[in-house]
């Protein structure tokens, strides 16, 4: 096969899949970016291999056996990816707190309309649920095998026998694996599998009432809206804050220069709420400053993260580079 025709036949086979190997990759690397150069790897590799294929097996089993050696491969070269609180306790809203690790790697957000390939409203919830950030950090603690293990049989639903291929292994040692991940999720992160409700009503309008409160700064109504043990991280700062008053301390202290934001609708992340906001700039306008992304439980917000690597998110979700 020519590199031509090689590229058109990816082009009419894997572009449709695209998006569903953007999801695998990102569970597995816990970066949006990173998934992308996975996927354009695993792309790579296939036109390069494809006289190997010979219909030895189904099309979809080969590409994501690529896929997954390209994720292991990634893996075997780098630290995992946190949240802040997987580091450390929460502590004190005080500038002095504010701390970059130089060898931290973070979990970031990814698009839902990004991975979107489902149409059925029940494989939908699955892979909303499948990409939470606290699910995405608690798949960074198993050993990379174990993550694609867990991922192949609990999220696409694989079979044992399928994964056991596809890992050059058997059914014994896939199910084995299996049960070691699932114990070690239900350690690390017990509640990070817990299902959520999709969107009501009530939610809807319980953001749209935060929009405006945080906009004008106002900590009477955000009060209404915001859990009492709600919690706050901002990454690439290993600092991250438990409790509402410790939240607000923190907004009217070191954080008072959010007073005055601009709040915008991104859709969601990792099936989450999404904004962009913007801070008021000294020249005029609103420059960047944080991606926020909330998670509700029980008609309030339950945890705030404002990721403010901006120059490397906001192309991402489609945001502009500053508002006027």
């Known amino acids: 096969m020519t590199e031509a025709t090689a590229s058109a036949w990816a082009i009419q086979e894997l572009e449709p899949r695209r998006p569903e190997l953007l999801a695998y990759c990102y569970r597995m690397l816990g970066s949006p970016l990173d998934a992308e150069d996975a996927v354009q790897e695993t792309l790579t590799r296939v036109w390069r291999n494809f006289e190997r294929f010979e219909g030895r097996s189904q099309l979809r089993s080969w590409v994501y056996k690529i896929a997954t050696n390209v994720c292991l491969d990634f893996l075997r070269s780098k630290e995992r990816r946190v949240r802040p609180m997987d580091l450390g306790q929460a502590v004190a809203p005080v500038e002095s707190n504010l701390n ?72 014994a040692s896939v199910n084995s694996a299996l049960q ?55 990454p690439p700062y290993d600092m991250w804050l438990a409790g509402r008053d410790d939240i607000f301390a923190w907004w009217l202290g070191p954080g008072i220069g959010c007073r005055g934001s ?14 962009g906001q913007y801070k008021p700039s000294p020249g005029g306008g609103y420059e960047p400053w944080a991606l ?33």
């Open 100 to 171: 970059i690790p130089l060898d931290a790697r973070w979990v970031e957000p990814m698009p839902d309309s990004a991975i979107a390939s489902a149409t059925d409203p029940a494989d939908i919830a699955v892979d909303r649920e499948s990409v939470r950030l606290a699910l995405v950090a608690a798949l960074q603690e198993l050993p990379p095998r174990q993550r694609a293990v867990l991922i192949l049989r609990e999220v696409l639903r694989w079979e044992a026998s399928e994964v056991a291929e596809l890992l050059d292994s058997t059914v």
């Open 180 to 234: 070691r991940a699932r114990a070690t999720l239900d350690k690390v992160a017990p509640d990070a599998t817990s299902p959520r409700p999709p969107l009501s009503d009530a939610d809807r309008a319980l953001l749209e009432r935060y929009v405006r409160a945080f906009e004008r700064y106002d900590l009477t109504a955000l009060t209404d809206l915001i859990r009492e043990d709600a919690t706050q991280s901002m």
């Open 262 to 275: 601009r709040v915008i609708p991104v859709g969601s992340a990792n099936g989450s709420p999404a904004f």
């Open 292 to 324: 926020q992304v909330l998670e509700l439980e029980g008609g309030r917000i339950r945890e705030l993260t404002f990721f403010l690597d901006t120059e490397r998110l906001f192309p991402l979700f489609g945001l502009p580079s500053r508002l006027v």
